[in-house]
């Protein structure tokens, strides 16, 4: 009795409260106190009055310091961490464009400043193969924005009827829904389970493994096959030693890869797209394309809509262009802003459905385009845009069909994991 008691009190400290949370260290803390005893900051405070030289990791700890402190109370499990990268669209992207309406030359800065940060942003975090919330934030936010400013600004002035609202607001909801299942799954490839016999556990690090992980203990699988020493089996073995992922530590079927930025192995890997903030593969790419072609068609509609009712008297196709008038009021003029603003993201997204269209009709996933073009392997056409490897084509109707038909074999025998 006294045994269980004391489980009972131990579970009953362990629960956390809305505004408590588990620090870096594993100690219990307050949202309340996220300002105070900061030892890092104090340290590197101290440095900086004696003018002394700062350690080579004090911003580093600092910076993690301040991450692990900005929390969110959450009703359930204590207090939730809160992903810094979500914060600067939130901020910038309103500042920026309200500060584009305000005068023509303002605008076109801040329209061409923009894209650009955006590029160097992505840039900077691929080459540290880091995974990032900013361009998913970024991509939710402005849609959510430019459907704010669309009802609060552009229907009050009369010029827009019931149905363009509802088409809109179809073509909104549609790509969310297409988006949310996209981020469900790309498809990852894990190992088959029922060929699995035993499991061998040796203290050895693998190759571009860090034995840190797991306690520098490794587990590998055998089975039946390994087991036994027919020629069949020593053929797939040699074969699997091509296809095998030291990391994921997994054989991958043909044209799986590995990410580095999600850290897994995903069947026919296309790319990671950070749009998404995951990886596009064989399970989610029908679904990447349909949110691509809902984004697009909502888009051109809402930017039409927009610019008819800012500049009636200039066609559309003109009207981005050539719209006088339409810094008078500012209400008019941040309405234009976002059509432009929309425009550029329409036009970067349109380049990208493009180019999946022509690799899906070549039957060629853009990491196997990137691959070929490095071994000069391939055939490429119109600067790169077409790249046709010959590998897996089957032809323009073979491999529509293919693709629109590959999410129906998500779980094909894969071979057993041989080391």
Partial sequence: MKKRAKKVLEEKEEVLCCCEYVNRHGERSHVAACCCDCEDLDDACDRFMKREAQ????????AA???DRIRVPWLWGGARKLELSIIPPLILLPALLHLAALHFMLGL?????LPVLVLWYYYFTHRKKGRTLFFLSLALFSLAYMYYLFITEVVPSGDVGLLPVVLVSVGVVLTLLALVHTKRDPGIVRPNQEAVHSTVTYYAPLVDRDPSLNGGRQDVTMT???RSG???????KESSRKNWCPVCRVVRPPRAGHCRICGVCVLRLDHHCVWINSCVGQANHRSFLLTLVFFLLTSLYGIILVLQSVCPQQNVLTALLYCPGVYNQYSTALCFTCAWYSSIVTGGLLHLLLVQVINVSYNVTEREARIAL????????YWGLVVDTGVYSLGFRGNWSEFMTMGDKLNPPSPADLV
């Fill in 109 to 113: 800065v801040v329209l061409t400043a």
């Fill in 55 to 62: 350690k080579p990791e004090s911003l580093s700890q600092v």
């Fill in 374 to 381: 490095r071994e000069k392997t391939a055939r490429s056409a």
């Fill in 65 to 67: 310091v301040v991450t």
């Fill in 230 to 236: 027919s020629p069949e089996q020593a053929e797939v």
């Fill in 224 to 226: 039946v096959s390994n």
